[in-house]
């Protein structure tokens, strides 16, 4: 008798521990936070909590040796980001409020200008079609390009 | 009196400095001398390296080879930089035909006109903000990140090669942003040169069979250009303003 008393409280401080951490874990839910689409690949460039804090730093770093250096390693590029985080509905990350950038970006009410000027979109080098003059001899396009300079 | 007492100390100091430094240099130049050599030959740099003051991109247009029907270059321009091709007061034109006759004789010539990328871009020197810059291998860009759209550099330039985005824009090259509030104008296209391309205006005009674009490396004794500008009479436009500009001209 004895034991089944014991075991019934128990069971009872088992029940109300869960009950403390569900509550806990309800609280947690509770923060309303914005809902990011996994980028393509396994990992990002650095640790996600140090992308979350310094990701401006990067691309503020990365901007400069580009524009000034021409130094154009795919690493902290921001068209590497757009590559890795464009959402699979848009294909974009700025294009509606769940895409990777604004998703947060409005969530923590920062304003964002990249994309006044930048692609949100990943896409392909511009492919050149190659005018035709009548009657011209037109050589073909390699010999032409190996013969014309360097 | 101590400072005359220390004055041939440092002077001593300073011969020691000046050996040392130019020993160092000597033998700095013995290590870089195979990077260089290879740079010379190869024409590639590593994609983490910077570009240097070793190269200086520049261009031969040779008019008598420009046909008057034809607009591949400006049409390569367009696709390339996601320009949208309109030729209005305000639109962005990155690269302009332009045909130039003589009353007298009846002579035309028909001629690509793009950024000039002078070695003293005027540009450059009434940028209030540093915006407008040379690139140490010569090649005249603006930083659109610190461009406040003032187009002073608009006014400074002889060759009216700068336009400004009047407009919100999208459906921009990865490549190549653009946007509104900030002036642009040719860069070469900078993005192809650093992958070791030639411009898409020089590759469509070479595809197109009229070879009369030629692009290179004008330090570069060795490059087809260099020799060009070597062995044939070349004209710089405005030769007057004193500006060597990295564009030269043939047959004008």
């Not at chain 1, 990943?122 to 013969?147: E, L, V, W, Y």
């Not at chain 2, 046909?67 to 305000?90: F, H, S, Y």
């Not at chain 2, 540093?130 to 140490?136: C, E, P, T, V």
Request: hydrophobic fraction near 35%; proline fraction near 5%.
């Amino acid at each position: 008798m004895a034991s089944i008393l014991d075991r019934l409280r128990t069971l009872a401080l088992a029940g109300a521990m869960a009950g403390m951490a569900m509550a806990a874990g309800g609280l947690q839910a509770g923060v309303d936070l914005p809902k990011l689409e996994r980028g393509k690949g396994d990992k990002c460039v650095e640790e996600t909590q140090f992308m979350r804090r310094n990701h401006m730093e990067l691309l503020k770093h990365h901007r400069d040796e580009t524009m000034h250096k021409g130094i154009r390693t795919p690493k902290h590029s921001l068209k590497g980001c757009v590559e890795c985080h464009a959402g699979a509905k848009t294909g974009s990350v700025a294009a509606s409020k769940e895409d990777f950038c604004s998703a947060c970006h409005a969530y923590a009410s920062v304003k964002l200008d990249c994309w006044d000027c930048h692609a949100t979109k990943p896409g392909k080098r511009p492919i050149h079609s190659i005018p035709s003059t009548a009657g011209a001899a037109m050589p073909p396009m390699d010999s032409g390009m190996a013969g014309g300079h360097r | 009196m101590s400072e005359q007492m220390n004055h041939p100390q440092s002077d001593q100091d300073q011969a020691d400095r000046r050996n040392f430094l130019k020993a160092s240099a000597a033998a700095a130049g013995l290590t870089v001398a195979p990077g260089v050599l290879l740079y010379g030959i190869a024409h590639s740099r590593p994609e983490d390296q910077a570009v240097s003051d070793k190269v200086r991109w520049g261009m031969l247009i040779d008019t008598t080879k420009c046909a008057a029907d034809c607009n591949a270059c400006v049409t390569a321009c367009n696709t390339e930089n996601a320009l949208e091709g309109r030729t209005g007061p305000q639109d962005s034109q990155w690269i302009r035909k332009v045909s130039i006759k003589n009353l007298q004789t009846g002579a035309e010539h028909h001629l690509p006109m793009p950024c000039q990328h002078c070695e003293h871009p005027p540009c450059v020197d009434v940028c209030p903000t540093g915006a407008s810059f040379k690139r140490a291998d010569g090649i005249v860009l603006v930083d659109r990140h610190i461009c406040i759209g003032c187009r002073y550099c608009m006014m400074a330039c002889p060759y009216k090669a700068r336009s400004f985005v009047h407009e919100p824009l999208t459906e921009q090259n990865p490549e190549v942003p653009r946007g509104k509030g900030c002036v642009e104008s040719c860069t070469f296209c900078v993005q192809r040169v650093d992958r070791d391309e030639t411009p898409a205006c020089v590759e469509a005009c070479t595809a197109d069979g009229h070879m009369a674009m030629l692009f290179g490396d004008l330090n570069d004794p060795e490059s087809e250009i260099a020799k060009a500008l070597k062995g044939q009479r070349t004209t710089e436009i405005r030769a007057d303003l004193r500006l060597n500009t990295g564009v030269r001209y043939q047959g004008i």
